[in-house]
């Protein structure tokens, strides 16, 4: 019954085989760079490419400084205490995300808030995170938002770019600064997507992007921090190359810092991998466009890029008429050797997360039931 969409994928990828849901592409200086960094030696965290990848990622996304990282989830978790999360703090957040954006929270000892999303960007929803603060906070003498429920500082709040489709980051940021909240962007799915013209991540206090073997680029596994805050840079370089005080010989640490520096060797895939990000992008907006076309004669409808924003469609993905529908062709395509995934489980259902406080989950309980990601990987 969705021999159609079936046919239609593999005519893409030009394959009867097995097609996976997003494949890293090595087309460029890949195996040239990761080499260079075999024969120097320096495989490890000290190293050209760390820095250079550093500042292509800077440069791309229009942000001061960027400070490289093992994955995505280290890049939050430093992302999060860089603005001063801890025990004692709430971080607001969206219930439809990958499990790292609320890992991420809790790595920091501090307590997630689930706030609902919007249909038409599948992020945070600024009209929900609005009324949610109206109505459980309280700003303290000393300007802080304090959650009228459980007496505890609301410190930051995480906006999520899904599937690399840039949510209302603006009009969040606004909200969150006349609430006394930082904004970290959870923006690893969205390299290369812009708002009204300036790219996601850029528009918190911090951003962060990720570079697992599934994202439009890849080093591997790998991570980047973003900000414009020449202090807080200087702090995640340190708190992530283990807090060590620079010496001739001695061995000084300050603090309790992490081992989270990206190595050299997955740098230099990542240099390659930047060298060809245009390109990826533009192919990923090509794919999608012929998604748009064929699904517009369909039942299912194709997730569009939102209203003000340039998305780099990282993975593609349709809305099915119900659960039951969902199933449906979940079951079909996948027996039928193209790899296609509902979407996340919500955060605010999984065990360790029960007990989370929410707003109200409509739309993100709707999108729960029917939202399925198709292949994705460049077609170059
Ligand atoms: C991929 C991803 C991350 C980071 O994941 P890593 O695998 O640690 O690089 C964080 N948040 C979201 C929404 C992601 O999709």
């Not at 990828?13 to 040239?32: D, M, Q, S, V």
């Not at 304090?146 to 930051?156: E, F, P």
Request: proline share 2%; charged share 25%.
């Amino acid at each position: 019954m969705y021999k159609n969409v079936v046919d239609f994928i593999q005519e893409l990828y030009k394959t009867k085989e097995f097609i996976a849901l997003h494949e890293p592409r090595f087309i460029g200086n890949e195996k040239k760079y990761v080499n260079e960094t075999i024969d120097s030696t320096f495989v490890s965290s000290v190293g050209k490419f760390v820095t250079q990848f550093e500042e292509m990622v800077a440069e791309y996304v229009g942000s001061k400084y960027a400070v490289a990282t093992s994955n995505g989830t280290s890049a939050l978790h430093i992302g999060l205490k860089l603005v001063g999360v801890d025990e004692y703090c709430e971080v607001i957040t969206q219930p439809l995300t990958f499990i790292a954006t609320a890992n991420a929270i809790s790595y920091c000892n501090a307590e997630p808030i689930f706030v609902d999303v919007d249909k038409e960007t599948l992020g945070l929803s600024p009209q929900k995170l609005k009324a949610f603060l109206e109505e459980f906070t309280t700003m303290d003498e000393s300007g802080n938002c304090i959650n009228k429920s459980t007496n505890k500082i609301i410190k930051a709040c995480v906006p999520m770019h899904t599937f690399g489709h840039p949510c209302k980051i603006d009009e969040i940021v606004k909200i969150c600064e006349s609430y006394n909240i930082a904004v970290v962007e959870d923006s690893a799915e969205s390299l290369g997507s812009y708002y009204k013209g300036k790219h996601t991540g850029t528009f918190g206090k911090v951003g962060i992007f990720s570079f697992n073997g599934n994202k439009i680029i890849t080093t591997g596994g790998g991570g980047m921090i973003v900000t414009d805050d020449e202090e807080l840079a200087k702090r995640a370089k340190h708190i992530t190359t283990t807090a060590k005080v620079p010496h001739p010989y001695e061995y000084i640490h300050d603090e309790v810092g992490y081992n989270y520096r990206l190595t050299n060797l997955a740098a230099a895939l990542g240099v390659a991998q930047m060298e060809n990000l245009a390109l990826f992008i533009e192919k990923q907006r090509e794919l999608a466009s012929k998604y748009n076309d064929f699904f517009k004669n369909s039942d299912l409808e194709f997730i569009k890029e939102p209203k003000n924003s340039t998305s780099n469609y990282w993975l593609n993905a349709v809305i099915l008429k119900d659960k039951e529908e969902r199933d449906v062709f979940l079951k079909y395509t996948n027996e039928n050797g193209i790899m296609t995934r509902c979407v996340w489980q919500l955060m605010n259902k999984l065990e360790m997360f029960k007990n989370a406080q929410t707003g109200n989950l409509e739309n993100s309980l709707w999108l729960e039931d029917r939202v399925v990601n198709i292949s994705s990987s460049v077609v170059l």
